[in-house]
């Protein structure tokens, strides 16, 4: 049987500056020259334990809590229950159950507001409904890029999560190991915000984020981080290793880990519909399929490693619902690298490698948020083949 208790006391500052002075020079910062200090500050109170417990020679039992006190956002109590069984020496199977807790940081809470442009051109959906301007002097609010308010927001509250897995791990030859384990996370009260697209798409739903000026105009919308509703996530972690005994010309080997995405549900409000985002657009995309594998070989000092990177392709973004691009599929993305390390000098590591060793162009993506248009750089490289030299000394 195991043991084991701590606690922790953690008292955390956060302070932005902004120099007023420059930031009424240059208007289009969209900062607030008026409010030059964002500041916060929280104390934190945690006490956790864990236990190990050997229920019989080939199953043992976890049991662990955590108990945080926060000076801005009150106390939690999470659980954590686990199980292991190993019959065999070649095989053991896991499984945990948990809850969570997060709070909000900081930053998120502090953060200083700031305005910018949407990254598409919309209608204002009161005085430009389907693109015809209700006035003629309304004829501005038509195809045009509004301003958008993004920012911290005092308002935030706690995200709480549970999350299940259950796995095996199986040994079936030395140094050839196959883990594979489930997951399923939910978690409510994300702290996130809802994109632009959304909020013009419909704008009855979102009627309080538009923030009108005296005549009815926008004068911009609000995309500040806020608590929306949670997300309903379950997948397969897969890795598989293996190692040959070292010989006269050294040891080989390979390796390859993925995650397959079952479901990722995402509710962008409390209590609304829950929308499927796996293999769609949803900054960034949720891939139903994603691996690294590898080939490697070591001998003495020298190791080499060849890298395969692999992304399954997804539904892209489609906002401008321009002919041609409505349905558009950002396609499949794999790349390829090389890297080669020697340690043969007293303290010193020497690493080569090139990137994207067969100058792969990043997959075209009709992306809009972001300013970003042609290709989306949280899915694909823009930089083409890159060659580096690293060394690391140690004293």
């Avoid at 798409?201 to 979102?206: A, G, Q």
């Amino acid at each position: 049987m195991g043991f084991a208790f701590g606690g922790s006391f953690t008292t955390q500052d956060w302070e932005a500056k902004v120099n007023s002075d420059l930031v009424r020079l240059v208007p289009g910062s969209g900062i607030d020259p008026d409010k030059p200090i964002s500041k916060g500050d929280r104390d934190i109170t945690a006490v956790f334990s864990e236990l190990q417990i050997p229920i019989t020679s080939t199953l043992e039992a976890q049991l662990a809590a955590r108990y945080d006190d926060y000076s801005d956002f009150g106390d939690t109590f999470n659980p954590k229950v686990g199980l292991r069984w190993e019959p065999l020496k070649q095989l053991m199977f896991r499984s945990t159950y948990s809850t969570g807790f997060r709070a909000p940081s900081l930053y998120e809470i502090n953060a200083p507001q700031s305005q910018t442009y949407t990254g598409a051109k919309y209608d204002d959906p009161v005085l430009c409904p389907g693109g015809v301007a209700t006035s003629p002097q309304y004829q501005t609010e038509c195809n045009t890029q509004f301003k958008r308010m993004q920012g911290g927001n005092s308002e935030l509250q706690p995200e709480e999560s549970t999350t299940f897995t259950a796995g095996f791990v199986f040994e079936p030859l030395k140094n050839l190991v196959l883990a594979v384990d489930y997951y399923n996370i939910e978690i409510e009260n994300l702290i996130g915000l809802t994109g632009e697209t959304s909020i013009f798409e419909d704008p009855t739903k979102y009627a309080d984020r538009f923030v009108r000026d005296a005549d009815g105009r926008i004068q911009y919308i609000n995309t500040t981080l806020m608590n929306t509703g949670g997300i309903k996530t379950e997948g397969i972690d897969i890795s598989l290793d293996y190692l040959t005994p070292m010989t006269s010309t050294g040891r080989f080997g390979f390796g390859i880990n993925g995650t397959y995405v079952i479901k990722n549900d995402y509710q962008e409000e409390k209590d609304g519909d829950w929308e499927g985002l796996v293999g769609v657009y949803d900054d960034p995309a949720v891939l139903r399929w994603k691996h690294t594998a590898n080939i490697n070989w070591s001998y003495e000092d020298w190791k080499l490693v060849f890298e395969q990177q692999f992304f399954r392709g997804y539904h892209d973004q489609n906002a401008t619902g321009e002919e041609g691009f409505d349905n558009h599929k950002v396609p499949d993305y794999t790349l390829y690298n090389i890297a080669g390390t020697y340690k043969g000098f007293k303290n010193l590591t020497l690493t080569g490698g090139i990137k994207n060793l067969f100058d792969e162009e990043p997959a075209a993506s009709n992306v809009l948020d972001n300013f970003q248009y042609g290709y989306d750089p949280r899915y694909s490289d823009p930089t083409g083949r890159t060659f580096y030299v690293r060394g690391t000394y140690t004293f």
